[in-house]
């Protein structure tokens, strides 16, 4: 293989592993959008979420959606339930169980980006000694 149709299959794999990572992206936001949607629709959550999406939401609503809505305290209220520190109707605590901040979709696109870096590393190396 020359080395320019070598730098073309190393460029086509970087932007095959870009668009895998863009399309992961856009799913993990979406999922936060749709804790919002739900909450300002019902004014209340009718889904369950994971802690990740219930995260998100809190991190990116809008100083609006805070002051008007109470979707604010009913995202609170969901992910402290979820944590099991508090359960709906009952004043109880508990010991909270283990849990992460990263999202399925965020660990995927990790693992995606390691290998993607991996290859393309072992490429340009494998290319400079030919």
């Avoid at 629709?41 to 809008?62: I, K, N």
């Avoid at 965020?106 to 290859?119: K, M, N, V, Y």
Wanted: aromatic residues 4%; neutral net charge.
């Amino acid at each position: 293989m020359t080395g320019v149709r070598r730098c073309r299959a190393q460029l086509l794999a970087l932007c095959v592993a870009c668009g895998c990572l863009a399309a992961l992206a856009a799913t993990a936001s979406a999922s936060s959008t749709g804790v919002l949607s739900d909450c300002k629709d019902h004014a209340q959550l009718t889904q369950h979420y994971s802690l990740g999406d219930l995260h998100e939401a809190l991190s990116t609503m809008g100083a609006d959606e805070k002051e008007y809505t109470d979707c604010y305290d009913v995202i609170q209220r969901a992910l402290l339930a979820d944590l099991g520190r508090v359960h709906p109707g009952t004043a109880a605590t508990q010991q909270g169980g283990g849990s992460t901040f990263l999202t399925t979709p965020l660990i995927i696109l990790i693992g995606i980006a390691g290998f993607a870096a991996g290859a393309v590393t072992y490429l340009g190396v494998r290319a400079r000694r030919n």
